[in-house]
């Protein structure tokens, strides 16, 4: 799959697992354009994420349903695991077995893997750079103009 950003991936690279804020930092580095392209990004892949084979493995893995927000959230989850084990997962659904998070859920040791933070990144990193920026020298584009791109 081809995102809007190509440098999405390298974004996780370093920073601390569920770190929304040091992501959201990461990103504030760079312009308007480039925070859009992220969110695109996120959304293309959250999109690729919804497969039914996905949505199986999550549920047995869970023993049972879950809600929408479950789903969406562990897509997310499974998005900060980076572009191998998401990649790995949408080839193979059943290797979600495999994850160690996903393990230690099964055995009652963790909570089950979410990361709604990740919805919020692109958000907060734009924020981040219009506050660093005088408002007398910057015409910058609405963020809501960006995204719907």
Known sequence: ???????????????????????????????????????????????????????????????GGFSDDSWLHFRLWL??????????????????????DIIAFAAGRRPYPHYPELLTVAERAYDLMVARVPAELAELPDLRELFSR
């Open 1 to 63: 799959m081809t995102l809007p950003d190509p440098h999405f991936w390298d974004l996780f690279d370093g920073i601390p697992f569920c770190d929304a804020d040091a992501l959201a930092a990461r990103l504030a580095q760079r312009p308007a354009e480039g925070i859009a392209d992220f969110e695109r990004s996120l959304h293309a892949l959250v999109r690729s994420s919804n497969t039914s084979d996905l949505l199986a493995a999550c549920v047995v893995v869970h023993s």
């Open 79 to 100: 998005i900060g695991q980076g572009r191998e084990t998401f990649t790995g997962v949408l080839r193979d659904p059943d290797a979600v077995a495999g994850i160690p």
